[in-house]
């Protein structure tokens, strides 16, 4: 059991640290990098803005142990959406394989996490005091 919560807390804390703190900080202290990603596959400067904000509540739903799952599925499928659509949109305009790679990559670990979060939540252990006594 201690496995599964070191797992879903690395994987977690990964999906947390890229896909909401670094657009968050981005959004907040080099603003003018917000669009990079989006401006060369032809997105307009509010879709990085709205990108961000869903990000950002997305993995708020996702760490919280005592969100709702029903909110928390959403979340996990709102990430996926975005993760799936973004390989798409590198598919399709710039075909760069390294950028089409990296939310494929990114997604595994959305996928690890939402796997193993079942498999200890059916256990009955998963909540934050756990993840600090699984990684000590």
């Not at 994987?11 to 202290?29: K, N």
């Not at 990430?79 to 399709?92: K, R, V």
Request: hydrophobic fraction near 55%; charged fraction near 10%; include cysteine.
């Amino acid at each position: 059991m201690k496995k599964n919560r070191i797992i879903f807390w690395a994987a977690t804390l990964f999906i947390i640290l890229w896909e909401g703190i670094m657009p968050l900080s981005t959004l907040l202290f080099a603003p003018q990098y917000v669009n990079m990603g989006t401006k060369p596959l032809g997105y307009p400067d509010y879709f990085a803005y709205t990108l961000i904000i869903c990000k950002v509540l997305g993995v708020i739903a996702i760490a919280m142990p005592k969100f709702p799952a029903k909110l928390r599925e959403w979340a996990y499928a709102g990430l996926t959406f975005n993760l799936i659509f973004a390989f798409i949109s590198h598919a399709c305009v710039d075909k760069n394989i390294a950028y089409m790679l990296m939310p494929l990559i990114v997604l595994g670990i959305l996928m690890l996490s939402y796997l193993y979060r079942g498999k200890i939540s059916r256990s009955g252990q998963l909540s934050l005091g756990g993840a600090a006594s699984a990684l000590s």
